[in-house]
Nanobody, 124 residues
Framework: VQLQASGGGLVQAGGYLTLSCAASGLKTSNYNMGWIRQAPGKEREFVAAIRRSGSATYYTESAKGRFTISRVNMKNTVYLQMNSLEPEDTGVYYC??????????????????WGQGTLVTVSS
């Protein structure tokens, strides 16, 4: 199983980025897919998740209204559109796959498979 995250970079506050997560070795349609970030010196923090059926999404409070998670099952790819970026959004963003219950999708410990991460840096 491989989850290849890409799309990170350096952006000014107020800017935008789109992260992609291309999966191989699993079908993303069979998994709840999530984005989890880790800021320097901090623990991993849940950002967003999309249900395996695609019928529901969930965001951490700070991401609501600014970030959008989506999936294209035909491409086995999950996206995170991030708008109005803030310096507090800086960190390594990981995509992850979870076969468990949707109501636990906000817990990073629930995810079985992880990508290598892509670095997002937001300057003030």
């Amino acid at each position: 199983v491989q989850l290849q995250a890409s799309g990170g970079g350096l952006v000014q506050a107020g800017g935008y980025l789109t992260l992609s997560c291309a999966a191989s070795g699993l079908k993303t349609s069979n998994y709840n897919m999530g984005w989890i970030r880790q800021a320097p010196g901090k623990e991993r923090e849940f950002v967003a998740a999309i249900r395996r059926s695609g019928s529901a999404t969930y965001y951490t409070e700070s991401a609501k209204g600014r970030f959008t998670i989506s999936r294209v099952n035909m491409k086995n790819t999950v996206y995170l559109q991030m708008n109005s970026l803030e310096p507090e959004d800086t960190g390594v963003y990981y995509c992850a796959a979870d076969q468990g219950l949707w109501n636990r999708a906000a817990l990073p410990s629930e995810y079985e498979y992880w990508g290598q991460g892509t670095l997002v840096t937001v300057s003030s």
